[in-house]
């Protein structure tokens, strides 16, 4: 009795603050209006600007590079050089060239010193005829995970296409909850606006103002909480396109269109998906590279056999050069090497082997994102059904309410209630429709598709 008494004083107190006040509190975030954001533009910012997008670049940008690398031992090999030697000798003297070519000899005068200069300059090449297969395998290996690569930076792509598409919708949903949070706000300030002409006309006790201005400070303090979770859901969609965390957009799409076979067979649908998903195509092209490296590495075990061919001018000064050339084969062939090249080749079978494992866990990976994303939008299409029904009937009941309050049929607690429900029934209402487009999202991206 004491607590209710007490109330009523406090209550009392309070009208006639409460009868001029203005709105809601204010936002403990102002997030302001900015340029219009559809998800086609968020989708091109991502793949414009996302780091995780352009790594993917540089990576494929350096398989492309090993392959011209590996490639370069297939191809003519031709080096020049040029020398000068300042010779000073007190007896019998023979230089040789860098090149290997001997300088005649030279002969110290009685007595002194000799002392001359050396020229020299040449031209050596040399092409790989024959080595096995090995560097020829050592290149296609390197070409086909340059192809990889290309597939993994296509799977960066549809990660940060399926990020962005979810942080768009987590944060438009999040302003239509921000917006359900506003009303429910403008609601409670109604519903004390009418209490206080009724307490002032002995209509209603000063506990129905109690407990109705407790409703509207909950109410506010929800409007606030939801506002600074658009404010964050913001930044987490300016991440995803890679932008800066304080760029302010206006969201614009509020649905994304209907995957192509959605309510179709799943087999089809995973079939298409494994031949259409980069990350199979990936792991299919490591697994080829690999195969093509193990082929590398056992020809190792054979001789490599090669044409070499060089000219070289020699001479005291550059006016007196003496000319000569060289051709020939040379053949190379490691005999004992400590088991290196078995040690070399059990690596990469055991690699290839690991790689195999690898490619079939990713086929099963792909079916399941298939049908979890088919859940997904199964789920989400039957509950937004039951959200609307539920949103009418919460409208209607909360009509009733207040029409009984207002008559003196109903009571505070049923008013009160009547508002939460309709509140919690838009909020699900919100939830279920933007939930199907983050579904449809996660289907897409498991079908292996950009739009």
Avoid: C
């Avoid at 940060?160 to 987590?170: D, I, K, P, Q, W």
């Avoid at 404010?231 to 799409?253: H, I, K, R, W, Y």
């Avoid at 490296?293 to 000219?311: D, I, M, W």
Wanted: no cysteine.
């Amino acid at each position: 009795m004491a607590t209710i008494l007490h109330l009523s004083v406090t209550a009392a107190a309070l009208v006639a603050q409460l009868s001029t006040a203005g709105g809601p509190a204010s936002r403990a975030v102002d997030v302001p209006a900015g340029p219009a954001l559809s998800l086609a533009q968020a989708e091109q910012n991502a793949l414009r600007y996302q780091p995780a997008v352009r790594q993917a670049e540089g990576q494929t940008e350096a398989a492309v590079g090993r392959v011209e690398e590996a490639r370069a031992g297939y191809l003519p090999q031709v080096s020049a050089s040029a020398t000068y030697y300042l010779v000073r000798s007190g007896a019998l003297t023979t230089v040789t060239t860098t090149s290997g070519m001997p300088l005649p000899t030279q002969s110290a005068t009685s007595g002194g010193s000799l002392q001359y200069g050396l020229w020299s300059a040449g031209v050596t090449g040399s092409q790989l005829i024959f080595d096995f297969n090995a560097t020829a395998d050592r290149w296609h290996s390197a070409a086909a995970n340059r192809d990889a690569a290309r597939s993994n930076e296509d799977v960066s792509r549809l990660q940060a296409l399926l990020s962005v598409r979810r942080a768009y919708f987590t944060a438009r949903a999040q302003r239509e909850l921000a917006r359900v949070a506003e009303e429910a706000v403008a609601n409670q300030q109604k519903h004390l606006d009418q209490i206080v002409e009724m307490v002032r006309a002995g209509m209603k006790s000063q506990i129905d103002l109690a407990t109705q201005r407790t409703a509207l400070a909950n109410a506010r303090v929800q409007a606030v909480t939801a506002e600074n979770s658009y404010a964050a859901d913001l930044a987490l969609l300016n991440q995803t396109m890679g932008l800066p965390s304080e760029s302010v957009f206006e969201l614009t799409d509020t649905e994304m269109r209907a995957v192509p076979g959605e309510d179709g067979e799943e087999r089809p649908m995973i079939e298409g998906a494994i031949k259409a998903r980069p990350e199979v195509a990936s792991i299919e092209e490591q697994r080829r590279a690999q195969q093509l490296l193990v082929a590398s590495t056992r020809g190792n075990y054979f001789p490599a056999v090669s044409a070499v061919a060089g000219a070289t001018d020699v001479g005291s000064s550059s006016a007196r050069l003496s000319p000569s050339w060289y051709v020939g084969l040379t053949a190379s062939w490691a005999l004992l090497q400590g088991g290196l090249t078995t040690g070399q080749l059990r690596e990469a079978n055991g690699t290839l082997a690991a790689l195999a494992a690898q490619t079939d866990s990713v086929r099963l990976q792909v079916s399941i994102d298939v049908v979890q994303g088919r859940l997904a939008v199964r789920g989400a299409k039957s509950s937004i059904g039951g959200a609307e029904e539920a949103l009418t009937n919460a409208r209607e009941q909360l009509r009733l309410a207040e029409a009984r309050y207002q008559t003196g049929q109903g009571s505070i607690i049923e008013l009160a209630d009547a508002q939460v429900a309709y509140t919690t029934a838009e909020a699900q209402e919100v939830s279920a429709r933007y939930s199907l487009a983050s579904a449809r999202a996660q289907l897409l991206t498991a079908m292996g598709g950009s739009r």
